[in-house]
C-alpha cells in the first residue's frame, strides 16, 4: 500500500513559472522527503523535512507539511526546462530510515 | 566516490530462470534498501538491511531473496523468475536510519521476464 499520494498526477507548466504539487498521507510520521527522477534514471533526494517543522527551502525549493491535514507541498519557482521531471513524496515512520513513496507527479517544463 | 551502482542494467529472463541483481555502495552507509519501480506507482520496498549481516522483509519481499555479506554490497536474488516480477529494480543506501535520512540511489536494473 502506498502511504502518500501526489496530487496532480502530470502537470504542464513554461518556463519562469512556479510549479506546486501535493502530497497526503494517511498515518503518522517522523519525516517527509521529496525526490526527483528523470526519464530512465535513479531518484535524487531533494528535501527532508521533519514532522516537527512546518516549512523548509533549498534554493528554488519550498516545501511545507501539515501534520493536522496529513498533507505536504513542494513549490518549484521560477522552473526551469532542467526541472522536467517525476517528482515524488515518501513517508518515513520508523527507525530503520524505510519510507513509503507515492505514485509521483510527472512535471513538464516547456521552454 | 562512484555512489550507489548496480548491475546489470538490463536483463531478459524467461519464466522459472533465476538470477541475481547486485548493489554496491561506497559512502560506508549502514543502511541498504531494495525496491521496485513499476509503471503509474510508486517505489515499493522489497527488503533492506540495517548494516552487514542482516536483513529484513518489506513491503513485497515474496519470490525475492537478499543477502548482505558485505557492508558494501546488497544482494537481491530472484530463484524463480515469474512476469510479475517484470520491473525496474532499484537500491538504495543511507547513512542511518535515526530521525529520517537521505537516501542515495542506484541508476536502476530494468528486468523483463517472458
Known amino acids: 500500500s502506498q502511504q502518500g499520494e501526489e496530487d496532480p498526477q502530470a502537470l504542464s507548466i513554461q518556463e519562469g513559472e512556479n510549479a506546486t504539487m501535493n502530497c497526503s498521507y494517511k498515518?503518522?510520521?517522523?519525516?517527509l522527503q521529496w525526490y526527483r527522477q528523470n526519464s530512465g534514471r535513479g531518484l535524487v533526494h531533494l528535501i527532508l523535512?521533519?514532522?516537527?517543522?512546518r516549512e523548509k527551502h533549498s534554493g528554488r525549493l519550498r516545501v511545507t507539511l501539515d501534520t493536522s491535514k496529513k498533507s505536504s507541498s513542494l513549490l518549484i519557482t521560477a522552473s526551469r526546462a532542467a526541472d522536467t521531471a517525476s517528482y515524488f513524496c515518501a513517508t518515513g515512520r520508523d527507525s530503520w530510515g524505510k519510507l513509503q513513496f507515492g505514485a509521483g507527479t510527472q512535471v513538464v517544463v516547456t521552454p | 566516490n562512484a555512489g550507489v551502482t548496480q548491475t546489470p542494467k538490463f536483463r531478459v529472463l524467461k519464466t522459472g530462470q533465476s538470477m541475481t541483481l547486485l548493489c554496491a555502495q561506497d559512502?560506508?552507509?549502514?543502511?541498504m534498501y531494495w525496491y521496485r519501480q513499476d509503471p503509474g506507482m510508486g517505489l515499493r520496498l522489497i527488503h533492506y538491511?540495517?548494516?552487514?549481516?542482516?536483513?529484513a522483509k518489506g513491503e513485497v519481499p515474496d519470490g525475492y531473496n537478499v543477502s548482505r555479506l558485505k557492508k558494501q554490497n546488497f544482494l537481491l536474488g530472484l530463484e524463480s523468475a515469474a512476469p510479475s516480477q517484470t520491473s525496474v529494480y532499484f537500491c538504495?543506501?543511507?547513512?542511518?536510519?535515526?530521525?529520517?535520512?537521505?537516501?542515495?540511489f542506484g541508476p536502476g536494473t530494468r528486468l523483463t521476464v517472458l
Open positions: 538504495a543506501s543511507s547513512y542511518s536510519g535515526l530521525a529520517g535520512n537521505e537516501q542515495f
Open positions: 498515518t503518522s510520521i517522523n519525516n
Open positions: 559512502m560506508n552507509h549502514e543502511y
Open positions: 538491511s540495517v548494516g552487514e549481516g542482516t536483513t
Open positions: 523535512i521533519r514532522s516537527n517543522e
